[in-house]
């Protein structure tokens, strides 16, 4: 490979990992988004051998883990879910199971839906934002 294309790739690589960090921060997966920002911080700076094992090669895989976090169910209180689980109740319902949130979701079905097509639960987020 050129040494070109390998910064193009390079930055495409990066690019997508700064995204997918953006995506889990907006989907409330803050752990995830923390964890592979320390591990690729870890990376670039290199850690001190402990012992002659490596710490560096136990958590040089982390840096991946924005990846697998942007493509999981977000949480149903985040940014992410009022913007894109709205209108896709079936989504949001599957959000709600996943994180044990069955109660809000049966206020949800008793507000039921307004005019403007926006869910009970996600009329009262927007007027506490």
């Known amino acids: 490979m050129t040494s070109t294309v390998q910064i193009n790739l390079l930055i495409a690589i990066s690019l997508a990992w700064l995204v997918c960090v953006i995506i889990c921060v907006l989907k409330a997966k803050y752990g995830m988004a923390i964890v592979g920002v320390v591990a690729a911080v870890a990376q670039e700076i290199g850690l001190p051998p402990i012992g002659g094992i490596y710490i560096l090669n136990l958590i040089y895989p982390l840096w991946l883990v924005p990846f697998w976090g942007a493509l999981r169910l977000a949480h149903p209180e985040s940014y992410y879910a009022y913007w894109f689980y709205r209108r896709n109740l ?40």
């Open 90 to 129: 079936a989504k949001y319902f599957r959000a709600v199971q996943r994180f044990g949130m069955e109660e809000e979701y049966a206020d949800l079905q008793k507000t039921g839906i307004d005019s403007s097509g926006i869910p009970g639960y996600f009329r009262e987020m927007k007027r506490t934002t």
